[in-house]
């Protein structure tokens, strides 16, 4: 025995790594070629929502039913 799948289905496994290997390739440049400057402006939008998350949290902890 040569292995635990049969033939065609050791072909669709092959397939199907390859195919979202391929698929992530596009995606390498931009994670790699972002400046700083990039990096530097999401981290100011993520924390102005966290800021407004938590104005949200703290006007919803003083109301009362």
Not at 8 to 36: A, C, D, G, M
Not at 49 to 64: D, K, P, V, Y
Request: charged residues 20%.
């Amino acid at each position: 025995m040569t292995g635990c799948l049969p033939g065609w289905q050791r072909t669709h496994v092959n397939v199907s790594l390859v195919y979202k290997i391929v698929r992530k390739f596009p995606s390498i440049p931009q994670v790699l070629l972002r400046s700083e400057a990039t990096e530097d402006a999401e981290l100011l939008a993520l924390r102005h929502e966290n800021t407004a998350l938590r104005r949200q949290i703290s006007g919803w902890a003083g109301m009362s039913c």
